[in-house]
């Protein structure tokens, strides 16, 4: 069982975030919390996905105060779905969350903690693709892209993958005869574009739809609003 919440210590770095756990084992243990209790990574995953698209909100609108408080939700789920899997039939714990990260970090950063020279951030990306390619004994390099993201970052994904390893067959898609399908190729050639050209394709339809929201609102009569 974790420590409880008041038996470590505020001061050094680290510490918080021991209190964290403590205060997260006594939230799911017996005689905690009766909502927390029932919770599954199934009944999470929700909120998972809306706290990541909040601290996004607040890092496109630079506003430090709703990151700092955006984070510790992220970190909320991150502390509750280790606990969940501490009752596991194959259990885990967040300290061995924590050190497989550390592992990966270490050894993804030879430039760092080993002997490798590096000369730029770009040989940074060329040696951790590398090193990742070699952990992960993939098949395809389309393999480990998660399937389920947002349409225009799932394509934006895809194409850089593809390019990266030198397997770019642009957009030779087999069509289907319909009015979506040829929408839908549009809208990937446009992802390619964006790709070729450094933009992050999800980021700029995100900054035009809200100067379209803008708009609306101007056209409704209202002030200007950043915030929903």
């Given at each position: 069982m974790?420590?409880?919440p008041?038996?470590v210590p505020?001061?050094?770095p680290?510490?918080?975030?021991l209190?964290?756990?403590g205060?997260?084992?006594r939230l799911r243990?017996p005689g905690?919390?009766?909502?927390d209790?029932?919770q599954?990574?199934?009944?999470l995953?929700p909120?998972?996905?809306e706290e990541?698209?909040?601290?996004?909100?607040?890092?496109?609108?630079?506003?430090?105060?709703?990151?700092?408080?955006?984070?510790g939700d992220?970190?909320l789920?991150v502390?509750?779905?280790?606990?969940?899997a501490?009752?596991?039939?194959?259990?885990f714990s967040?300290?061995?969350?924590a050190?497989d990260?550390?592992a990966?970090l270490?050894r993804?950063?030879?430039?760092?903690?080993?002997?490798?020279?590096?000369d730029?951030a770009?040989e940074?990306n060329t040696n951790?693709?590398?090193?990742?390619?070699?952990?992960k004994?993939?098949?395809?390099?389309?393999?480990?892209i998660?399937?389920?993201?947002?349409?225009?970052?799932?394509a934006?994904k895809?194409?850089?993958?593809?390019r990266k390893a030198g397997?770019d067959?642009?957009v030779?898609?087999?069509?289907?005869?319909?009015?979506?399908?040829d929408?839908?190729e549009?809208?990937?050639?446009?992802?390619?574009?964006?790709?070729q050209?450094g933009?992050?394709?999800?980021?700029?339809?995100?900054?035009?739809?809200?100067?379209?929201r803008s708009a609306v609102?101007?056209?409704?009569?209202h002030?200007?609003?950043?915030?929903a």
């Open positions: 974790s420590p409880a008041d038996a505020a001061g050094r680290g510490e918080a975030l209190r964290a756990v205060v997260m084992d243990s905690g919390c009766p909502w209790a029932e599954t990574h199934a009944t995953a909120y998972l996905i990541a698209y909040e601290t996004l909100e607040a890092i496109e609108h630079n506003d430090l105060p709703a990151l700092r408080e955006e984070l992220l970190l789920q502390l509750f779905h280790a606990r969940l501490e009752e596991a039939p194959e259990p967040i300290d061995e969350v050190e990260l550390v990966k270490v993804r950063h030879p430039h760092v903690f080993a002997d490798v020279t590096v730029s770009a940074v951790w693709d590398a090193i990742k390619k070699a952990e004994q993939r098949d395809s390099v389309t393999d480990g998660p399937m389920g993201q947002p349409a225009l970052a799932l934006a895809l194409i850089s993958r593809a397997v067959v642009g030779a898609i087999e069509s289907a005869p319909s009015v979506s399908s929408i839908g549009k809208l990937f050639a446009v992802v390619g574009e964006a790709v050209a933009v992050d394709p999800e980021l700029a339809l995100r900054e035009t739809a809200r100067r379209y609102r101007t056209g409704e009569g002030e200007a609003k950043e915030h």
